[in-house]
């Protein structure tokens, strides 16, 4: 099996599917302790840390008590075959053949049981992952909403969470890919916004915006000298603002921010 580093990711920090899980055996007694469910709960590659409970997918090990397994979820191709216990502490999973029959052992994905219960896969020149019986909660992306009117989106709002590609981060999260810490708060008076935004690589601005509201949303009603532009300000299903940021006037490729009222 491999995982694969995606170069379109944002700072080349994203992952991306490749292929080969690796395949016949028959599960060994005492391994039905193993069987069940276990989530990917770390990610760590190229010594950074990559948070499973961003994904908008989860990876999940099934381990089958008939000795049978899937491994289904983010960054890999869906894998099926058979898992057995060699001993009380390496489980090796065994891939099927395109063609439905058994891989062999000299494939076999390995996975060791650390001390804390957990799951230990490492792929050599990739990740290590570790998989456990209790899953995370998912940051999930939330889900925008229709306002009623400008007035839902008064107030002075602050950057919690930043959205790039599949990744659903906090700022402190986005901050150990990449390096770039960001700090952004937005306040609307009427239809006049106040936006700052600063990140620790010399990036910073303060400036004032016109807004419109139409179809449930604020847009930018015009561009300024400063060449940022807002094309989308929305409520979301839990509270928060989402919050569409060019960096430039085209209105392209915005950043993807979301917005916690302030206390």
Known sequence: ???????????????????????AAAPAEGSSRFAGPWYAVSCVMDGKEYYPETWDEPLVITLGADGRFT??????????????????????????NEDGTPGTEEDASILMLNQEGCLVYTEENGPVIIFSHTHKEVAHRPKTVSAKNADAFSGAWVAEYIHVDVLHLNLDQFAEFGGVKVNSSIVFDGLDA?????????????VQLKMRFENGKLVQSAKTGEDIFLPDVFLTDNGQL???????GSGKDPLVLFFTKAV
């Open 1 to 23: 099996m491999r995982f694969a580093k995606n170069p379109a990711f944002l700072l080349a920090l994203a992952l991306v599917c490749a292929a080969v899980l690796i395949p």
């Open 71 to 96: 491994w289904i979820g983010q960054f890999y191709d869906d894998y099926f075959g058979t898992w057995y216990c060699l001993n009380d502490s390496e489980l090796h999973l065994l891939i099927d």
């Open 194 to 206: 106040y936006l700052s935004y600063s990140t620790n690589t010399n990036v910073h601005f303060s």
């Open 242 to 248: 989402e919050v569409h940021l060019s960096p430039n």
